[in-house]
Structures are given as structure tokens and as C-alpha cells.
């Protein structure tokens, strides 16, 4: 299923409903499929429902020239939820999915209920570090998604309730206990895990289910 953005490009979704949806974000050079289906999270939170969105630029949605900060990506993902008919969610973020889901929870107060987040600390995001990422992801092009996030941080105090998770490894997300610390937010190791293979973790899938239990 395809939403429309305000500035006519398509985003790719999907949706299930459930009784407590959780919305799916990934990150940079990826998708809903790699991150979120393949690595059996869409499984795991089959009991709840789940709406997964490709970012625009990646996946299936459209790759228009501009439209890339986190702000723009987190009013795409809106209209994804109202396009879904999801009122309320908790979402599950990796990388630089992260930041689209704090700027979500900040642009549409009441409509995220909880937040966690996978594989990101506190560093604004960094043009190397993405490059590398999309190198070893075989992404295409995604310079003008690099302009655009280069720099962003999570700003300002946590929105809603958060979570962090990262591996032991990943040196994107290697400020995250730190970060967590200094928000008063519970953070979760996921062991000897790199920026690359952590989302598949079987604890944060439980991490994230027990935060939203809460």
C-alpha cells in the first residue's frame, strides 16, 4: 500500500491491526524488509499489530530529490498512521530511524505512546559513518538523504517514555548507556553486536515488548 506525501511523493506501508500496534521505523540505506521482517520482529509482535513504513529513498517508497530531514521523514510517517487509521502506537526505531521517530513523537503529541531505540546514542549523525553503512548495505544513491541528516541529533528532552538498546560493538551507538543515563532512561545491551546485526537481537525484541508492557 502506498500513502501520499504532502509533496505528492509515494511511501510504501504496510499494516496489521492489533490491539496495541506498534509502528516499525528502520534506518539509513535499508528497509521494512531487511530490518523488520527478515529478523523476525513482524513475527514477534504478531499478537500486537504493526505498521511498517519504507522511508522515503529506501524500499519501495519513492526517492524524490528532496524531503530527507528527520522532520520531513517523521511528517511522512504521519501521514502513514492516518493513512493505516493508527491513532496511537508504540514504535521501534534502528539508526537513523531514531531520529524520525523522536521528531514524530514531538510533531504529533498523543500519537506515540512509547519509543525504542535501537542502535543510536547521542553524536549528531555523521557523513563517514553513513557512507560506510550504505556501502555495506549495497544502497543506491542516497546523497541527498545524507545532506539532509548530516548533523541531526536527537534534540531536546525525550518526548515520550524512551528506551535505548545497542551492541557492545556498534561504534555509531557507543555513547548510548551514556545517553540513556543523562535522560533517565533504561538502556539494554544486546551483547556482541555491531551496528549491522544488532536489530535482529532477540533481546531487544523482549526489551522493547517488556517497555511496552509498562
Excluded at 490491539?19 to 539509513?28: N, T
Excluded at 541529533?153 to 538498546?165: K, M
Amino acid at each position: 500500500m502506498f500513502a501520499t506525501a504532502g509533496d505528492g511523493a509515494k511511501i510504501w506501508y504496510d499494516a496489521a491491526p492489533g490491539p496495541a500496534p506498534v509502528l516499525l521505523v528502520h534506518g539509513f540505506a535499508s528497509d521494512s524488509e531487511s530490518t523488520w521482517v527478515r529478523t523476525g520482529w513482524v513475527r514477534a509482535l504478531a499478537d500486537r499489530g504493526h505498521v511498517l513504513v519504507d522511508l522515503r529513498g529506501h524500499g519501495q517508497s519513492d526517492r524524490p530529490a528532496s524531503g530527507y530531514s528527520p522532520q520531513s521523514l517523521a511528517q511522512d510517517v504521519l501521514t502513514v498512521l492516518d493513512e493505516a487509521g493508527a491513532s496511537t502506537v508504540d514504535v521501534v526505531t534502528y539508526s537513523m530511524g531514531g531520529l524520525v521517530g523522536w521528531e514524530l513523537a514531538k510533531l504529533a503529541p498523543g500519537r506515540v505512546r512509547r519509543l525504542a531505540l535501537g542502535g543510536i546514542g547521542g553524536r549528531p549523525a555523521d557523513r563517514a559513518s553513513m557512507q560506510r553503512v550504505a556501502e555495506a548495505l549495497s544502497a543506491g544513491d542516497l546523497g541527498s538523504c545524507i545532506d539532509e541528516v548530516e548533523g541531526c541529533r536527537l534534540d531536546g528532552p525525550p518526548p515520550v517514555p524512551v528506551l535505548f538498546a545497542a551492541g557492545d560493538q556498534d561504534d555509531i551507538a557507543s555513547d548510548a548507556p551514556e545517553v540513556a543515563a543523562g535522560f533517565d532512561a533504561p538502556f539494554v545491551s544486546l551483547g556482541r553486536r555491531h551496528h549491522l546485526n544488532a536489530v535482529s537481537s532477540r533481546r531487544f525484541k523482549e526489551a522493547a515488548t517488556e517497555f511496552f508492557d509498562r
